[in-house]
């Protein structure tokens, strides 16, 4: 049943980047409509998939824990002018 999940998984996402790509080469534009339709349908994917897998879900915490670190340190400044976004976010004069 896993096995079936994580290849139901790469085929849908790997449908979605490729019509958000293709989209993207068309247009320069992707349509929020495509993640609002991918977004619920990978959730309960991965829902099902920690639901039936032990220590999937820790595997998961983990690695949002470091993924999320850099983008934590990118949108937080000292700096007062720009203190949501820090130095990233500054135009240049």
């Not at 958000?20 to 609002?36: H, Q, Y």
């Not at 639901?51 to 949002?64: E, F, K, R």
């Not at 000292?78 to 500054?90: A, C, I, T």
């Amino acid at each position: 049943m896993f096995l079936e999940l994580e290849v139901l998984s790469l085929i849908l996402c790997a449908s979605f980047l490729t019509l958000g790509a293709w989209s993207d080469l068309k247009t320069r534009e992707v349509s929020n409509r495509l993640w609002i339709v991918s977004l619920p349908i990978a959730t309960v994917i991965t829902a099902i998939k920690v639901d039936i897998s032990q220590g999937l879900l820790t595997s998961y915490a983990i690695s949002m824990a470091l993924n999320l670190q850099p983008v934590v340190l990118i949108t937080v400044s000292e700096d007062d002018e720009y203190p949501r976004w820090g130095k990233l976010h500054k135009r240049a004069p």
